[in-house]
């Protein structure tokens, strides 16, 4: 049986030749209940793209976005999210997928992105095993048949959740057993897959993390206890299958979030809940939580790592710590934005780890005030593994708005150059590196030529073999030499072309945000690509589009 790659090589969609390579993101979906070695799994979809680009000359795949175990029933999935912020970046300009159904299963928002949001990105889209191409004018027939095939994608998952759904719901209500997506750390299942058991690997761990918040030890100081024993993460512990940290492996920090859950969750005196949270899609219902006296709990399900006394202490230290946060609350708040914008985006200069964002305090005129800051989150967690540095969220957005607005106005500066000049500028530069190309190719010819002639020679008698043999390798040589230096103006061609469509994807972006007053989401989703923190109080921020503001300086200076 031919490879499943090779299935639909004969059906590929036949778009006209273009000049244009379009920088390709391979968007992979699997569920979670899915088949993970059927022909949905994530090898084979990453394959088949592959193999269909490999032959497409005008494709260059750039990016991979993989969503593994999420629902294709709605578009709030993470590696999503960051392919449409890489298309509104100008990273990416065509979208592959395997079929339909990876990309999405809720018809009227999948019809959305297919007809107006990628058209209006100037995103090209391929679905391979649809035979779906956008740069095909032939396919714009097809977009019908596309919508009753999202439509069936909708209606399949629409019954697949009532009906998972309403099985849950019954196992509920009678007090059964199932198992959740995640197993609990301390726990595995048992041979028949049917309860929790205890592991002996890491039920130790959990009754020591008990045991010292029992003593009254912070949970920072229990994070530091687990990274000076070498004890791995959960998520770490799922990967590898080891509790402890071998030599040559990294070891990760338990965040203090992490212990907490750990600490609060009842599975481990025997208690399993369900029902905390509630969702519907074929209603329309998207997860909410559900009351407390609502939820169904399972008492003695399955046997306790930590006795019920125990529990009970642990959960009386955490209320009077929370107790004395409230009390301690502040006269005011100041807020500059109710979420993080800044998640995935700034770094600590010197471990690279993430900047988290927590709560402070400082006086203003009399008045307590919390505020937020950024702190390293190596540091918080263990401060002798690297320096201290923080940064207020007031203070590095106005950084942050300084920067943008001094670079916006440099393009509003020479923003009637670029438009008089940017077309000219690369039209010549094209033009100078085309004609020292097509110089390369005729040399090309000419020695070709001059090849063919000395071997009629060589055949004929005229000249002898090791003058022709000589002859032979100084030849191959110059040739070896052309190709090379054609290479180099091909990529140099390219690059142009990148720049080109660069300045004009900057102008486009930034230009928007001409009359804004202040730091928005928008602004920073846009324009920035990756802030670091050094302990020097020096801020590094690299943004967006670097490269064309090095060509704005240079046509600068030469204005200067």
């Known amino acids: 049986m031919a490879r499943t790659a090779d299935r639909y090589r004969k059906n590929y969609v036949k778009t006209k030749k273009t000049d244009k390579v379009y920088q390709v993101g391979d968007y992979l979906r699997l569920s979670v209940d899915s088949d993970y070695t059927g022909s949905d799994s994530l090898e084979n979809q990453r394959k088949l793209a592959q193999e269909y680009i490999s032959r497409?000359?005008?494709l260059n795949i750039v990016r991979e976005y993989v969503d593994d175990g999420k629902t294709g029933t709605d578009f709030s999935r993470p590696?999503?999210?960051?392919m449409i912020a890489d298309m509104k970046a100008g990273i990416i300009?065509?979208?592959?997928?395997?079929?339909l159904s990876r990309f999405g299963r809720e018809y009227i928002e999948a019809g959305n992105y297919i007809e107006k949001v990628f058209p209006f990105l100037g995103v090209r889209f391929i679905s391979i095993v649809d035979r779906y191409d956008s740069a095909d004018a032939d396919c714009s027939r097809e977009l019908l048949l596309i919508s009753l095939k999202n439509l069936m994608h909708e209606m399949y998952a629409r019954d697949i959740s009532k009906k998972v759904g309403s099985t849950f719901r019954t196992k509920q209500e009678k007090g059964m057993f199932y198992r959740s997506a995640t197993i609990p750390y301390g726990y595995k299942m048992n041979g028949s897959g049917t309860n929790y058991m205890i592991c002996e690997q890491t039920a130790p761990i959990v009754r020591e993390i008990f045991k010292q918040c029992g003593e009254g030890i912070s949970n920072y100081a229990i994070s530091r206890w687990l990274y000076d024993n070498h004890v791995y993460t959960p998520q770490q512990y799922a990967l590898t299958g080891s509790v402890y940290r071998k030599p040559e492996e990294e070891l990760k920090i338990w965040h203090c979030s992490t212990i907490k859950r750990l600490l609060e969750n009842p599975v481990y005196i025997g208690r399993v809940i369900r029902h905390q949270s509630e969702q519907s899609f074929f209603a329309g219902k998207k997860a909410s939580p559900v009351p407390e006296q609502e939820q169904i709990v399972i008492e003695n399900n399955h046997e306790p790592i930590i006795e019920k006394s125990m529990f009970e202490i642990v959960q009386k230290i955490l209320s009077q710590t929370k107790d004395k946060k409230t009390e301690s609350a502040c006269e005011r708040q100041t807020v500059v934005f109710e979420r993080n914008i800044f998640q995935g985006k700034l770094f600590c200069g010197s471990c690279k780890a993430n900047m988290v964002r927590v709560g402070a305090y400082r006086s203003v005129n009399g008045v307590k005030e919390q505020y937020k800051i950024f702190k390293c989150s190596?540091?918080?967690?263990?401060?002798?593994?690297?320096?201290?540095?923080w940064i207020a969220e007031d203070l590095l957005c106005d950084i942050l708005y300084g920067t943008i607005r001094r670079h916006l106005s440099l393009i509003k500066g020479i923003k009637k150059k670029i438009e008089k000049d940017i077309r000219y500028s690369f039209e010549e530069n094209l033009k100078q590196t085309?004609?020292?190309?097509q110089k390369i190719v005729s040399t090309k010819n000419l020695l070709e030529q001059?090849?063919?002639q000395k071997y009629s020679d060589y055949a004929e008698g005229s000249i002898s073999q090791a003058a022709f043999l000589q002859y032979k390798s100084t030849y191959h040589e110059k040739i070896e030499l052309c190709g090379k230096q054609e290479n180099v103006y091909a990529k140099e061609v390219k690059g142009i072309k990148k720049c080109q469509a660069?300045?004009?994807?900057?102008?486009?972006?930034?230009l928007c945000f001409q009359n804004t007053r202040k730091l928005t989401e928008t602004m920073v989703?846009?324009?920035?690509d990756r802030i670091e923190l050094f302990t020097d109080n020096r801020v590094e921020i690299k943004l967006r589009y670097q490269d064309c503001f090095s060509v704005l300086d240079s046509w600068m200076q030469k204005e200067v």
């Open 93 to 99: 300009d065509c979208v592959i997928v395997k079929d």
């Open 434 to 437: 085309e004609w020292k190309r």
């Open 502 to 510: 660069a300045l004009q994807k900057l102008l486009s972006d930034w």
């Open 378 to 389: 190596t540091h918080r967690n263990h401060c002798d593994l690297c320096d201290t540095r």
């Open 79 to 82: 590696a999503f999210s960051r």
């Open 525 to 528: 989703e846009i324009c920035v």
């Open 450 to 452: 001059e090849y063919m």
């Open 56 to 58: 497409r000359p005008d």
